[in-house]
């Protein structure tokens, strides 16, 4: 732990030993996860030819690609990156997905690509990658059909819950699913998602830490079509984007992309950059370890960051050196309105406040 010794001393030299007299123990704050697999694909394919496995090969391709940039938008816009797919092949393996209540038998081709020559690929088209530290989401996921409504819980294998786990893990996003004892007081209700109660649900997922905080409200359409709205909440504020389709799965697969392409859009902006630069981020309401450790964890995940250091030390403000492409602009755009740091009031440029997290909820207990 040499970077706090570091910190404590020059606190103590900078006279800071009250606001510092805390830092006793570790730093904690996990609000981003490592992520595995992003070389890994699992695809449909039409049969074990040599000609359906080409094809799947592409598809696996595609997904990975746009799993280890985030940009979806650009991947679709440069087919020749497909081409040779093949030639990236670490491994493959047929699996075959059992028959469901919703679905036949599929026969599905597991890819494993090299992801050094992948990412090699990306960088001589010129697209980004996005690190794989990438911040948890916990998903607050309502399914609604008949007036009667549940809500998703970390071991449920209804179709919505099933269809998150896969397209969050398709995208390279690390989902958290909240255990909510629905008896309990206060406990969320689907009423409480359907109408965006953001105070409630950002109270109740304090315990979890999690650096995102969605929520999806799937609900079955007249004519037997679904439809579903999905919102990143950010502060006191939320992105929400709206999805329909024949299936609860193709409903979740919009959804979930739009929040991958929105978390993904500081990664894609941070790698487009062409300079990069020391800035300083001015932190207000740090007093402890804990929020210490949250702070600069949260910092070294952000897209394009490559260091972070403690530069100054103020009662009431730390300031961070904070080594990011593109600069102010890009970091800014970066960290957004958040669950971590929210700009300061006044909007001075690089100066930013502690999110509080609320009191642990007795209704919620973490858990994935």
């Not at 990438?134 to 809500?151: C, F, H, Y």
């Not at 007093?287 to 450790?293: A, V």
Request: net charge negative; with cysteine; glycine share 10%.
């Amino acid at each position: 732990m040499r970077r706090l010794g570091a910190v404590i001393r020059d606190a103590v030299r900078a006279g800071l030993v009250a606001l510092w007299s805390v830092l006793a123990v570790t730093p904690c704050g996990a609000h981003a996860a490592v992520v595995s697999g992003l070389n890994e694909a699992l695809v449909p394919v039409a049969a074990r030819s040599e000609t359906a496995r080409a094809e799947a090969n592409r598809a696996a391709l595609r997904q990975v690609l746009i799993k280890i940039s985030g940009d979806r938008k650009s991947v679709d816009s440069r087919p020749e990156l497909l081409k040779d797919a093949g030639k990236y092949v670490l491994q493959y393996q047929y699996r075959e997905i059992p028959a469901g209540e919703a679905a036949a038998a599929a026969e599905m081709l597991w890819v494993q690509f090299d992801e050094a020559a992948v990412r090699e690929l990306l960088a001589s088209a010129g697209l980004p990658v996005w690190q794989a530290s990438r911040p948890l989401v916990l998903v607050w996921a309502a399914t609604e059909e008949n007036g009667t409504g549940t809500i998703s819980s970390p071991d449920g294998q209804d179709p919505t819950t099933l269809a998150l786990r896969q397209d969050m893990e398709r995208r390279g996003l690390p989902l958290a699913l909240p255990q909510v004892d629905p008896s309990a007081a206060g406990a969320p209700t689907v009423a409480d998602l359907k109408q965006g109660d953001i105070a409630k649900l950002q109270q109740v997922s304090a315990p979890y830490g999690a650096q995102e905080l969605a929520t999806a409200v799937i609900t079955r359409a007249e004519g037997g079509a679904w439809r579903g709205r999905f919102t990143l909440l950010r502060g006191e504020h939320g992105a929400t984007w709206v999805a329909q389709g024949p299936t609860v799965e193709e409903v979740v697969a919009q959804g979930v992309d739009q929040w991958a392409d929105a978390l993904a859009a500081p990664a894609v902006a941070a790698g487009s950059a062409t300079t990069t630069e020391a800035v300083d981020l001015l932190v207000e309401g740090i007093t402890n370890t804990q929020q210490f450790g949250r702070v600069e964890t949260y910092l070294r995940t952000v897209p394009g960051v490559s260091q972070v250091r403690v530069s100054r030390l103020e009662p009431g403000v730390i300031t961070f050196r904070v080594i990011a492409a593109g600069g102010l602009a890009v970091l800014a755009q970066a960290i957004g309105s958040g669950q971590v740091l929210q700009p300061a009031a006044g909007g001075a440029a690089g100066r930013y406040v502690l999110v509080e997290l609320a009191p642990p909820a007795a209704t919620a207990t973490p858990g994935q």
